[in-house]
Structure formats: structure tokens, C-alpha cells
């Protein structure tokens, strides 16, 4: 069987199949070579760059990661669109033109949020310099298209696509990024770029793999109804906060020194590692789940997601206490000898990212059932907590501790008191009724 999925306007002849670890494997591997492309480049500025300008690009990235992922709601649906359609022998075509026109719409709106915020962004966040800030909108757009391919891959059950877009972007933002130290272009304004070259890479090697996977871009379609997509995206805010909101809420306090910011900034990406990892499950598991509830699987839906919570929850344990121990020798090694951070900080943000491996699976089991304004409704919990706690006093390194496991807490305990009933309250259609 080819890996060459169809062109977006026909319906494929035979799905590709692959079981639930296999497919988790394979965009696993694909998230830990963009995991490690992300440390490698943040550890090659860290070496070439003096810590404020340092400071300054860790910073650009975390804004531009917490755009970027914004659209990845668009992956999710799109997702779920094109195994429903193509389940039913429909054309995928009018769903994905669909979601690509709504993406474009929210991408829009950004761009002109950022371009009216542009000065105070520069001074707040770049030490007065626009170029980064242009740069934002630049990568958060290439990043839409990443979602938008990574959903189509999805929808085909293609996880070696993933993988291939994924591996390819953290080869290059490393490669790219480690020529422009070497030749001395070493400014926050030339590595946004390469990140962003970087990423048109791997949406060329994605694509390969793939086919063609996009469709003329439209706004309306009676079988792809706006309100889950609303949803979605209003529960955005939460996951995004919590993985990082606290990095540039921390620089626009200046409480710290540009060091202690590096390190806590490194010890964040650190963290985030594995929860990249184990949201490789994400695709995998929302397509069987799925396929569980088109065919009112009810045993098969709770054995799966049974399983999936309980590695989730022990792997998240472990890594608390492997985290802790052995986080700072991490940072020394990534950053060098002069960041460092308290082995509690260590602790409660290795905490936090556990938190999200158990989300993950959540997230999936209540997407698949339809319920996006669950989904929403408990991050957007999550976010109201994560903001809470940054306003209390205390000392800010602390706050911007604590505040990501907060967040992330409140989400899960909501996700789960929701998750208990899911199958009885699941959505008739999904997702295309209105109900859904």
C-alpha cells in the first residue's frame, strides 16, 4: 500500500491502519527530534549570544510556540472531520477548504492585534526592537499551516507524515540556527528567521508524504458546523498558559536577572520535553477512539482510554521525581554552569508537565465523543486559575512556578468529572450535527 494519501477533493479507496502503539512510536520519534532541535538550538544562543539579547530570544520563542500552538485546535478538528467524512465515503474536500479559511480568518486577526501591539510588544518584551515582533506573526502563520497538514495527516492515519514534518523542523531550527552562530549572525532577528525558514522545511518534507492536502479555502459549510471550533479555541488559552505564560509574564516584571530568566526559561522547555512526547499519543489515540464511538464501541472506547490514563499517570509520576533529581545537571549541561534553579522549582514544573500527559488523553476521549465545549470550558478554567495566581503577592519567580501546575490541575480535575458520563452524553452526529 502507498503512503501517498489522496488529494483533499477524492475519497480514499482503503484507510491506512496502524494499531495505537505503533502510531505513537512513530510520532513520538518525530516529537523528540523537534524537542531535541529545540534544545540544541536554544543551547547554541545561550553559548553565542549575551544574556540580555539571550534573554530576548528565549522569549521571542516562548511567544511564538504560544501562537503558533493556538492553531493546533485546527489540527484536532480537522482531524476528526476527515475520519467522520471519509468514514462515510464523503469527499474531504469542502471540510478542509473550510478549516483552512477559518484558519486564515483567525491568522488574520493576529496579525493585526500584534502589528497594533507592535511597539509595546518591542519594548517590553525586545528590548525596543520590531523586527522580532514582525517576525511573530511570520512564524505563527507558517506554524497554522503545520497544524492544518499535521490534521490532514491524521484524518488519513498517516503518522509517518507527522513524524517527517516534526523530525525535519527540529533538524533544521538546529542546523540553521548553528550556521548563523557560527558566521557571527547571531541576532535575535536572524535566528527568528531561520526558525521560521526552518519550518518551510519541514511543511515541504510533511507534504511529500502527504500529497496534496489543501483545499481552496472557504468560510462556510453546512457539514462543518463553527461552534465546536468556537469552543476549541476558547479553551486554547489554558494549555497555552500553562506550557508558556509564565516565561514572558516573568520578563515583563523584570524581577529577575537575565540569568535566572535563561535558566527558568530552559528549565520550562526541559520540562515540556516529555509532555511533547507523550502528546504523540494525541493523534493516534483520537482516531481510534473515534473509530470506537462511529462504531458505539463502548468496551473498546474504555479499555483504550483506561489504559492510556493509567501509563499516562505512572510515566508522569516518574517523571517528577527523575525531573527533580536530576534537572540541574540538565540545565548545566544545556545552558552552562552560570544558570541554574532551585530543585522545588524543578519539582513543581516537572509537575505540571505530568499533568499534561494525563490531559492529553482526556482531551482526546472527549474530542472523539464530541464534547469540545467540555474541553473548553475546563481549560478555560484552567486559565482563569493560571492568571489567578500570578496576581497574588508573592515572590515572582514562585508565582511563575506555581501558576502552570495550577492551571493545569484545574483542568484535569474538570476534564475528569466531565469524562465520567461522556459515552451517555456523547454527541448523536460527530461532528456535524448541530448538537455538536
Do not use: K
Not at 254 to 262: E, F, I, K, R
Amino acid at each position: 500500500m502507498s503512503d501517498q494519501a489522496p488529494a483533499p477533493g477524492s475519497v480514499p479507496r482503503v484507510a491506512r491502519r496502524t494499531t495505537l502503539l505503533t502510531g505513537t512510536v512513530v510520532v513520538a520519534i518525530g516529537l523528540t527530534v523537534t524537542g531535541l532541535g529545540t534544545i540544541a538550538m536554544l543551547s547554541i544562543a545561550a553559548r553565542s549570544m549575551p544574556s540580555p539579547e539571550y534573554a530576548d530570544f528565549v522569549v521571542w520563542w516562548t511567544v511564538a510556540t504560544l501562537l503558533g500552538t493556538s492553531f493546533g485546535v485546527f489540527e484536532v478538528y480537522l482531524a476528526r472531520l476527515l475520519i467522520f467524512e471519509i468514514a462515510g465515503g464523503r469527499e474531504p474536500a469542502t471540510v478542509t477548504g473550510v478549516l483552512i479559511g477559518r484558519a486564515m480568518v483567525m491568522a488574520g486577526a493576529l496579525g493585526a492585534v500584534i502589528l497594533a501591539a507592535a511597539p509595546a510588544l518591542a519594548d517590553q518584551l525586545f528590548s525596543g526592537s520590531l523586527a522580532p515582533v514582525l517576525l511573530l506573526w511570520v512564524f505563527m502563520c507558517l506554524t497554522a499551516m503545520q497544524s492544518l497538514q499535521r490534521g490532514a495527516a491524521t484524518g488519513r492515519r498517516n503518522m509517518v507524515a507527522i513524524s517527517t514534518q516534526l523530525s525535519t523542523d527540529g533538524v533544521g531550527r538546529a542546523a540553521i540556527v548553528g550556521v548563523l552562530a557560527a558566521t557571527g549572525n547571531d541576532s535575535i532577528s536572524a535566528l527568528a528567521l531561520g526558525c521560521c525558514l526552518s519550518v518551510v522545511l519541514s511543511l515541504v518534507a510533511g507534504g511529500r508524504l502527504v500529497g496534496p492536502w489543501l483545499a481552496v479555502p472557504s468560510l462556510r459549510g453546512s457539514n462543518v458546523p463553527l461552534r465546536p471550533l468556537v469552543l476549541l479555541l476558547i479553551g486554547t488559552a489554558g494549555p497555552l498558559l500553562a506550557n508558556n505564560g509564565s516565561v514572558p509574564w516573568l520578563r515583563s516584571t523584570d524581577a529577575v536577572s537575565p540569568h535566572v530568566l535563561g535558566a527558568f526559561a530552559g528549565a520550562v522547555t526541559l520540562s515540556r520535553i516529555p509532555t511533547q512526547f507523550f502528546s504523540a499519543v494525541l493523534s493516534p489515540l483520537l482516531a481510534h477512539l473515534s473509530d470506537s464511538v462511529d462504531r458505539a464501541d463502548q468496551v473498546g472506547f474504555e479499555r483504550t482510554r483506561a489504559t492510556a490514563q493509567v501509563l499516562t499517570l505512572a510515566a508522569g509520576v516518574a517523571f517528577i521525581v527523575v525531573f527533580a533529581a536530576g534537572g540541574q545537571l540538565m540545565l548545566s549541561l544545556f545552558l552552562g554552569p552560570d544558570f541554574t534553579l532551585g530543585v522545588a522549582n524543578l519539582a513543581v514544573l516537572a509537575a505540571a508537565s505530568s499533568g499534561m500527559f494525563v490531559g492529553v488523553v482526556q482531551q482526546a476521549a472527549l474530542g472523539a465523543l464530541g464534547q469540545w465545549d467540555r474541553i473548553a470550558w475546563a481549560w478555560v478554567a484552567a486559565a482563569a486559575a493560571f492568571v489567578a495566581v500570578l496576581l497574588l503577592p508573592g515572590d515572582p519567580l514562585w508565582l511563575a512556578t506555581v501558576a502552570p501546575l495550577v492551571g493545569v490541575m484545574t483542568a484535569l480535575a474538570i476534564m475528569w468529572a466531565f469524562g465520567r458520563n461522556g459515552w451517555r452524553s456523547r454527541s448523536r452526529v460527530l461532528p456535524r450535527g448541530p448538537e455538536a
